[in-house]
């Protein structure tokens, strides 16, 4: 990884909810007014029926300062990363649909949605038959960048939604590597690097937070009250009778939410007893004894708060619907085979002396395998890139031709042009750049 925290990150592996990692989560969960989400799977190559299973979801954790306010050290987040392979996922349920709703915990995330369609197929598949439709308060980094780009900048919004790597470089002066992220996460035990990588993606997002909150304490962003703002309020308007209040809608709604969230403390605050009473006392009991947010939080809420929604259509994958004569599965067949034989290697290549070339091998990398361009440099080969940042093929087709080069794509629509261009495509099937320059040498 490119990018250094000033203090390294307490990352917790969670593979049971019998492991001693499980009740340090819950209770972190409890203590925590910011909760950063992701989600990792392993990457399809094509389209599918069915939705890609989650391996493991991060939770990046920042406890409220009032746990201990006089210690940076207990403040700092905290990431657990939940082995969703080894996890009984119905064990897990409830506790991750109280914290996706719960109104006490702003979550935190970066184009969350299509994660939480993912997460609710894969709880489904394994026997929550409803999964998850929500998460709210919730606030998406992409949001928090806009209002910072345009109130603090003056800038127009950006028409391209920035990725987040982008948005870490420039707020927080981090280069976050993106290589791990085409990993196969289905594959255990998980890496050093892949934990680091996991750990980290959650974590920036409440770095990136913080940043915000900062801002707009200072240029007063956001506008409200809190209903934990007692300094508003004058002692002897508390005990004002009903026309009291009446003839003074201003302190009486102060009042009221005064001794609204009085209420709330007491109530919290005797939650834990509530967990002994039989069964048929308590009708359901919560899996997250909270507090209330902070008055800055709750500002914050108020004015830029958003919430994710999950639709029924959401929860389907999405099917092609192009128009046009069904084909029989035998001419689909030869057409997938002829495309798997074209990614193989067939032919001499156009720098062999047999069709007049000097023997060095020279190839075009496209914008899909870009990286590893460098790394063939590395190790003497010449390798090129394209002269657009986003040729088209034909642009790509001619630069391979005219420099008689290899185009190494990962593209599969690419390799239908093979016929003009002979021998001169070859179909990279390696994810990561280090396999992809393996690959290459080995043949």
């Known amino acids: 990884?490119?990018?250094?925290?000033?203090?390294?990150?307490?990352?917790?592996?969670?593979?049971?909810?019998?492991?001693?990692?499980?009740?340090?989560?819950?209770?972190?969960?409890?203590?925590?007014?910011?909760?950063?989400?992701?989600?990792?799977?392993?990457?399809?190559?094509?389209?599918?029926?069915?939705?890609?299973?989650?391996?493991?979801?991060?939770?990046?954790?920042?406890?409220?300062?009032?746990?201990?306010?006089?210690?940076?050290?207990?403040?700092?987040?905290?990431?657990?990363?939940?082995?969703?392979?080894?996890?009984?996922?119905?064990?897990?349920?409830?506790?991750?649909?109280?914290?996706?709703?719960?109104?006490?915990?702003?979550?935190?995330?970066?184009?969350?949605?299509?994660?939480?369609?993912?997460?609710?197929?894969?709880?489904?598949?394994?026997?929550?038959?409803?999964?998850?439709?929500?998460?709210?308060?919730?606030?998406?980094?992409?949001?928090?960048?806009?209002?910072?780009?345009?109130?603090?900048?003056?800038?127009?919004?950006?028409?391209?939604?920035?990725?987040?790597?982008?948005?870490?470089?420039?707020?927080?002066?981090?280069?976050?590597?993106?290589?791990?992220?085409?990993?196969?996460?289905?594959?255990?035990?998980?890496?050093?690097?892949?934990?680091?990588?996991?750990?980290?993606?959650?974590?920036?997002?409440?770095?990136?937070?913080?940043?915000?909150?900062?801002?707009?304490?200072?240029?007063?962003?956001?506008?409200?009250?809190?209903?934990?703002?007692?300094?508003?309020?004058?002692?002897?308007?508390?005990d004002l009778g009903l026309k009291g209040i009446l003839e003074k809608p201003d302190i009486g709604n102060k009042t009221v939410r005064f001794k609204l969230c009085e209420a709330l403390d007491i109530i919290r605050a005797t939650s834990y007893y509530s967990q002994c009473l039989p069964e048929e006392v308590v009708s359901r009991v919560s899996y997250l004894n909270t507090m209330p947010m902070d008055e800055s939080l709750v500002k914050i809420v108020r004015k830029y708060g958003e919430k994710i929604l999950l639709r029924e259509c959401d929860k389907a994958p999405k099917t092609s619907k192009k128009k046009g004569r069904k084909q029989s599965s035998v001419i689909v067949d030869s057409r997938e085979k002829r495309s798997d034989d074209i990614g193989d290697w067939q032919g001499p290549p156009p720098w062999d002396f047999s069709l007049g070339g000097d023997g060095y091998p020279k190839f075009l990398c496209d914008v899909m395998v870009e990286g590893l361009a460098k790394h063939l440099r590395c190790v003497g080969i010449d390798a090129a890139t394209p002269r657009s940042k986003k040729p088209e093929p034909r642009e790509l087709i001619d630069q391979t031709s005219k420099e008689k080069r290899v185009l190494l794509t990962c593209d599969a629509k690419l390799l239908r042009h093979q016929y003009l261009i002979k021998n001169q495509i070859y179909r990279v099937k390696s994810l990561l750049k280090n396999q992809q320059l393996l690959e290459k040498l080995s043949n």
């Open 1 to 238: 990884m490119d990018c250094t925290y000033r203090k390294p990150l307490k990352i917790h592996l969670v593979t049971s909810t019998e492991s001693p990692e499980f009740p340090h989560l819950a209770r972190a969960l409890s203590q925590s007014s910011l909760v950063g989400l992701d989600a990792e799977w392993k990457p399809q190559r094509s389209h599918q029926s069915n939705f890609p299973r989650v391996s493991l979801l991060q939770l990046a954790c920042q406890p409220r300062p009032r746990f201990n306010p006089e210690s940076d050290e207990s403040n700092a987040s905290v990431v657990f990363l939940l082995d969703l392979s080894s996890i009984p996922l119905p064990s897990i349920w409830e506790l991750l649909k109280e914290l996706f709703v719960s109104p006490d915990i702003l979550k935190l995330g970066f184009k969350f949605k299509q994660d939480l369609i993912y997460l609710s197929s894969t709880f489904c598949s394994q026997g929550c038959d409803i999964g998850f439709d929500r998460v709210e308060p919730y606030l998406d980094i992409t949001s928090i960048y806009n209002h910072l780009h345009h109130k603090q900048l003056g800038r127009k919004l950006p028409k391209e939604t920035k990725s987040l790597a982008s948005i870490c470089k420039e707020l927080l002066d981090i280069s976050l590597s993106k290589e791990l992220q085409c990993s196969d996460w289905s594959n255990r035990p998980l890496t050093e690097g892949q934990k680091n990588y996991a750990a980290i993606d959650a974590h920036c997002l409440i770095e990136i937070f913080n940043i915000f909150q900062v801002k707009v304490a200072q240029k007063g962003f956001a506008a409200g009250n809190s209903c934990s703002s007692i300094s508003e309020l004058d002692s002897s308007n508390l």
